[in-house]
């Protein structure tokens, strides 16, 4: 009975909770940012190539199998069938994802940290009220 105590208590503390509520929030701000990058950006950046859609970029490094069915234009029918290829389409997406994930999370802490140094300027006693503290003290003492 000791262990699922402790296990409560474990689960009670605010920073479990924190963490759990920061990967929810995460999962969700990577679905918008994969649709910022999927559906905005990159077929911007794919239209300036030459192709729509620039995740279906690749080098095909093994020959296809016999009785293939797709397309041999397609990565995703590629893929599927198991043919060894280099993606590098598909990265550069994935890339362009992270980049950007991590410039709006950077904007976010540097906010979060402005804020936090402006509350802390302001909490903190100004020298006239440290001075007039001190009088009252020393008043106080006599």
Same mark, same amino acid.
């Given at each position: 009975?000791?262990?699922?105590?402790?296990?409560?208590?474990?689960?009670?503390?605010?920073?479990?909770?924190?963490?759990? =509520?920061? !990967?929810?929030?995460?999962?969700?701000?990577? +679905?918008?940012?994969? $649709?910022? +990058?999927?559906?905005?950006?990159?077929?911007?950046?794919?239209?300036?190539?030459?192709?729509?859609?620039? $995740?279906?970029?690749?080098?095909? &490094?093994?020959?296809?199998?016999?009785?293939?069915?797709?397309?041999?234009? $397609?990565?995703?029918?590629?893929?599927?069938?198991? !043919?060894?290829?280099?993606?590098?389409?598909?990265? &550069? +997406? !994935? &890339? !362009?994802?992270?980049?950007?994930?991590?410039?709006?999370?950077?904007?976010?802490?540097?906010? =979060?940290?402005?804020?936090? =140094?402006?509350?802390?300027?302001?909490?903190?006693?100004?020298?006239?009220?440290? +001075?007039?503290?001190?009088?009252?003290?020393? $008043? &106080?003492?006599?």
């Amino acid at each position: 009975m000791g262990i699922i105590n402790e296990f409560k208590a474990f689960i009670a503390r605010g920073n479990v909770f924190d963490l759990a =509520v920061g !990967v929810i929030i995460g999962g969700a701000f990577a +679905t918008i940012t994969k $649709s910022l +990058t999927d559906d905005l950006i990159m077929p911007v950046v794919g239209f300036l190539f030459g192709g729509a859609d620039f $995740s279906g970029y690749f080098l095909r &490094l093994g020959d296809i199998p016999a009785g293939f069915k797709g397309n041999p234009a $397609s990565y995703a029918d590629l893929k599927g069938a198991g !043919v060894a290829m280099l993606g590098w389409g598909e990265f &550069l +997406t !994935v &890339l !362009v994802n992270f980049i950007i994930l991590a410039f709006i999370i950077f904007l976010m802490v540097k906010l =979060v940290n402005r804020i936090l =140094v402006k509350q802390e300027e302001e909490a903190a006693p100004t020298p006239e009220e440290v +001075t007039l503290l001190r009088e009252i003290r020393d $008043s &106080l003492k006599k």
